[in-house]
């Protein structure tokens, strides 16, 4: 990567995004004093290393059947037929396409209810990539954080994290705990440029210990490239400071590292002295400094399903161990068929190649820069799986309550067939002990891009259908709550409009 000839911009808003665009770290201190947002580099586009070889056809829809379908929906895009939906941006979760070498890696799927042979590949190529001691199978990354807060989690005992994630929380919370969040201020402002807006803020957390006694502290979680927070990574320094800092207190750090191989490659791009090191090598340092990882491999790891625990403790792993006959399955295969654990670990190899991620978050970081130069509100830094459309600015008339990043994915989907996720009150919740909801200053709607799936001209079609629906902001109404679940209400609650 050639920095030096590198074009600065200096202004407000993004330019055009036809090349890569990259922090400067051997400068960043200096770029962030004079509000530089981005670097363009002349060299090459952002192209996938790859090229397709089979497609699925999509149904297109008119307006009146896609307003009649989320009105169906009750206005919440997870209760949308798939077959209605255009451009799918619900989520990354299990959305990837995968390549002919997984494909044929199902074909290898050994079945045996025991000790499959997959297992075993799975189980090498996670302690490779990773360097954890103990691998887990489960059947996604909840399956994993049940174990952990299970084997983990005392009744009273308080877990700090950068963030909550709402599977995450809930399971900590389901085994007697209380989340709290400590990850540093500039996280929950949408316009900061901080570059990794997932750092812990370890005065935060040195208060906590203070406060609460390191003894009802089990663990530290730290998520990489922080999903509520627009995937923001965290740096490496902040790891080793965190390391630093729980190892004196004898608090372990267990990482969410869902989609670590993303914040690689911001540390790669971002922090000063990384810039020559691989996708890879940063991946496997990053778990260093952590004791055990909860990991859903429907993210980074390019397949539909499946995920894993990984520990350093041989008891904990024992007791995990037991616990994941009860929940998932035998310990050699947590839920999954033989064939996914084979597609998983061919996966995590591919999802840590350089090429791979330069174009995976280079179509992210086009989508954002044709989004920005349109003058949409996003959350900025753009993140690594996603854009995050900044909801509270997008339609200002609206309260909280009146749900704006609910309302504005169920028009992105009435305009042109997109679905978005809700990143905002309605996945927060309610707090139990009050009743009232939580009231998360970030109000977003997540434009999640599929790894390998869309082309740039889908891009194109996301960008515009924004920029209409942004022309016809202040017609917009809220919405009224009529169903809402129990837990997670996110995934299932209806709505009316006003
Ligand atoms: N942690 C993070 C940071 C996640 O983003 C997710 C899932 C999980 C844990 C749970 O993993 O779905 O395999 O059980 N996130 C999906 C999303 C659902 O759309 O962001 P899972």
Redesign the pocket.
């Known amino acids: 990567m050639n920095f030096g000839r590198a074009v600065i911009w200096v202004a407000d808003s993004f330019y055009l995004c036809r090349t890569h665009f990259y922090y400067l770290p051997e400068c960043l201190p200096e770029l962030q004093a004079k509000k530089i947002l981005m670097v363009k580099e002349h060299t090459r586009s952002w192209a996938e290393p790859f090229k397709i070889k089979m497609v699925e056809l999509l149904k297109m829809t008119t307006p009146a059947q896609r307003a009649k379908a989320i009105k169906e929906a009750g206005y919440n895009t997870f209760l949308l037929r798939s077959e209605d939906v255009y451009i799918d941006l619900l989520?990354d979760?299990g959305t990837s396409a995968m390549s002919d070498a997984q494909w044929s890696g199902l074909m290898r799927g050994d079945e045996a209810y025991a000790g499959s042979k997959n297992f075993y590949h799975l189980d090498a190529v996670a302690k490779k990539y990773y360097g954890f001691k103990y691998i887990i199978p489960t059947h996604?990354?909840?399956g994993a954080?049940n174990l952990l807060s299970q084997v983990m989690i005392k009744k009273g005992d308080v877990i700090p994290g950068n963030m909550y994630?709402t599977?995450?929380r809930l399971h900590q919370e389901l085994a007697g705990g209380r989340f709290v969040d400590v990850i540093i201020d500039e996280a929950h402002d949408p316009e900061s440029l901080h570059p990794f807006k997932g750092d812990i803020d370890i005065e935060k957390l040195a208060s906590l210990v203070k406060k609460h006694g390191a003894d009802k502290i089990p663990y530290v979680c730290v998520?990489t490239t922080v999903?509520m927070a627009g995937g923001q990574p965290v740096s490496m320094s902040n790891l080793m400071a965190l390391r630093a800092f729980t190892a004196k207190h004898g608090i372990k750090v267990m990482l969410?590292m869902?989609r670590i191989a993303e914040n690689a490659w911001f540390i790669q791009q971002r922090e000063k002295g990384y810039s020559r090191r691989s996708v890879a090598s940063l991946v496997k340092e990053i778990c260093s400094y952590t004791d055990g990882a909860t990991f859903?491999g429907?993210k980074d790891a390019l397949v539909n399903i499946g995920?894993f625990l990984a520990l350093n403790d041989k008891d904990k792993f024992e007791e995990a161990s037991n616990l994941v006959v009860v929940y998932e399955g035998l310990h050699t295969y947590g839920g999954l068929a033989g064939r996914d654990m084979e597609a998983m670990a061919i996966g995590i190899v591919e999802s840590v190649q350089d090429d791979h991620m330069d174009a995976r978050i280079g179509q992210v970081l086009y989508l954002g820069s044709e989004l920005a130069e349109r003058g949409i509100p996003i959350v900025r830094p753009i993140g690594g799986h996603g854009i995050f459309v900044d909801a509270k600015k997008f339609l200002p008339h609206l309260k909280q309550t009146e749900f704006p990043a609910q309302v504005l994915a169920a028009e992105l989907y009435e305009d042109a067939g997109i679905r978005a996720m809700e990143r905002g009150i309605v996945s927060a919740g309610r707090n139990a002990k009050t009743g009232d909801h939580y009231y998360p200053k970030l109000e977003l709607v997540r434009l999640?891009i599929p790894r390998r799936v869309y082309t740039q001209a889908h891009m194109d079609v996301i960008a515009e259908s924004v920029e209409r629906v942004h022309e016809r902001r202040e017609k917009i109404r809220g919405l009224e709550m009529v169903y809402e679940p129990r837990y997670l209400r996110f995934f299932q609650a209806r709505f009316k409009k006003k």
């Open positions: 989520t979760s996604q990354g909840r954080e994630f599977t995450t998520a999903n969410d869902t859903s429907k995920g999640t």
